[in-house]
Nanobody, 117 residues
């Protein structure tokens, strides 16, 4: 089994920065796809950014140039550095990890990020 625990969320003013962390434990060495998603009130959950174990990254257009996804393999931790935050970034952010093509798919419990104007 795999457990994902997010941290680093909170309240920040527009223009500020936050760094989210996702601590992964369990059988994580076999996983090759990792990502951050978010869900705002009344909206569907959406992809923010993902990263493959080979290093490929992908970002939603709305966060390109402001957010950076990274992974520390020795620490089994996924990060999302969020800069120049906007009120529309307010959402619950979720960490996700999986093995492409296997059905192995794990989610964290989510963490609130609130950006005030």
């Amino acid at each position: 089994q795999v457990q994902l625990v997010e941290s680093g969320g909170g309240l920040v003013q527009a223009g500020g920065s936050l760094r989210l962390s996702c601590a992964m434990s369990g059988s994580t060495s076999r996983l090759n796809a990792f990502g951050w998603y978010r869900q705002a009130p009344g909206k569907q959950r959406e992809l923010v950014a993902n990263i493959h174990s080979l290093g490929y990254t992908n970002y939603a257009d709305s966060v390109k140039g402001r957010f950076t996804i990274s992974k520390d393999n020795p620490k089994s931790t996924l990060y999302l550095q969020m800069n120049s935050l906007k009120p529309e970034d307010t959402a619950v952010y979720y960490c996700r990890a999986g093995l492409v093509g296997s059905g192995a798919d794990y989610w964290g419990q989510g963490i609130q990020v609130t950006v005030s104007s």
